[in-house]
């Protein structure tokens, strides 16, 4: 650099330009001159992480969780507490699994951003373009109007249908088939002639539905299964052993989770039959979800993901490109398979959760400290319906350890 500096300011200027331009393709540029604020001193962070869990359970009474952090140095850390399973007294572990639900969106995102940006997808053009062939197609709702982009921010105006009451139905008196009774054109069937919720583009409806669609397009586009697709493409190459497709019913080291007695899939109390196998075929998420993990993977995923590692800085901008969910809450955006929340007691907040009969799941990063912080519950009975939100506290809770109040 000293070389550098001896030469005339009409030569360096230009170089130091270039050096940016490089730079801008893979980092914001503000990111590359950010002061970040300081967090919590290194000394018993990891004690003070375990003991805020341990806290957490004892507080609101789940049969057992886990939680894992990732700090912008690289360091990180995991937690657990409570029981893997309530009937054997299993204890929770950093290892325990659990399905992430629909956490596994941020994958599905990441892999349409990563196949546009290769050329293979516009995200801006009617999906007719790969799925207009298929005998339902017409059927759709908006079916001549829908892009990718507006199935994965939610703007398709297509309803969603695991929230339809026929689907429960058939949930709840299918679920015990040995094999999965529901594959990904069988979803959609539940929401074929009916109206639109709006017109696609013009506002904002959550739906699985959507994202079904989307893994459909994805795997017209690549020839191949979109799970062969994010193995090669982020498991592997991440190093996320824990993190693996929800296929079939035994999954090695997955916690036994605890649904509501009066959900509306008519599921049994406990999710599993023993020995990690679940008492339904999880394959009925697909791409709406999908994946079964641990939190120390969620939490080193979201870091590589939010921090750039994943994408060039233009597919996190396609990521993070967010629009307000809804008139009332301008502060809440949804962009591409990310929930944007732009202020908070921390500053703006990516990520997003997971919920699953049985399982409930969190994956929060927090720009501004550069911090990724996930969790894991293995029960979704009461923790949703109570004020603050169980999910709300604990995100909150975890955060304090590492983040110093203003």
């Known amino acids: 650099m000293k070389h550098i500096c001896k030469l005339p300011a009409r030569i360096v200027i230009p170089i130091i330009v270039f050096i940016l331009i490089v730079l801008a393709q893979y980092v914001s540029i503000p990111d590359i001159f950010r002061v970040r604020p300081r967090i919590e001193a290194a000394s018993n962070r990891s004690e003070n992480f375990q003991s805020t869990l341990d806290a957490l359970w004892t507080k609101h009474g789940f049969p057992g969780a886990t939680a894992a952090y990732v700090l912008p140095d690289g360091e990180t850390g995991a937690a ?36 546009a940006q290769e050329g293979s997808v516009d995200l801006d053009i009617p999906v007719s373009r ?51 009774p529901f594959p990904p054109e069988a979803l959609i069937e539940f929401i074929l002639d009916t109206p639109p919720l709006f017109e696609a583009g013009k506002g904002w409806a959550y739906t699985d539905t959507g994202y079904i669609l989307a893994g459909l397009v994805i795997e017209s586009v690549i020839g191949r299964s979109y799970y062969s697709e994010i193995e090669e493409r982020f498991l592997a190459p991440l190093g996320l052993k824990m993190t693996t497709p929800a296929v079939r019913r035994s999954m090695p080291g997955l916690a036994a989770g605890y649904t509501a007695p009066d959900n509306a899939f008519g ?17 009925l998420e697909w791409t709406g979800g999908g994946l079964v993990s641990n939190s120390s993977d969620l939490a080193r995923w979201g870091a590589a993901l939010f921090g750039g590692r994943v994408l060039p800085k233009n597919g996190l901008n396609d990521l993070l490109d967010a629009a307000p969910i809804s008139p009332d809450t301008p502060n809440i955006r949804y962009g591409a398979g990310v929930a944007v929340y732009e202020t908070g007691p921390f500053g703006p907040v990516y990520g997003h959760g997971g919920w699953i009969p049985g399982y409930c799941s969190s994956l929060r990063y927090y720009p501004d400290y550069g911090i990724t912080i996930a969790f894991q519950i293995n029960t979704d009975d009461g923790i949703m319906d109570t004020s ?18 203003k």
């Open 267 to 283: 599921f049994p109390r406990k999710t599993t039959t023993g020995k990690g196998m679940l008492a339904w075929h999880p394959g």
């Open 130 to 180: 790969w799925l207009g062939d298929r005998s339902w197609f017409d059927r759709l709702p908006n079916h001549d109007s829908i892009t990718m982009r507006h199935l994965l921010t939610h703007g398709s105006g297509l309803p969603d249908h695991v929230h339809t009451d026929r689907f429960a139905a058939e949930v709840a008196r299918r679920w015990p088939e040995k094999d999965n």
């Open 80 to 115: 657990s507490a409570g029981l893997a399973d309530m009937e054997t007294g299993a204890p929770a572990t950093v290892q325990t699994r659990m399905l992430s639900a629909s956490i596994g969106k941020t994958f599905v995102a990441a892999t349409a951003v990563a196949l």
């Open 388 to 405: 603050p939100p169980v999910i709300t506290d604990m995100e909150t809770a975890l955060a304090k350890v590492f983040i110093p109040d």
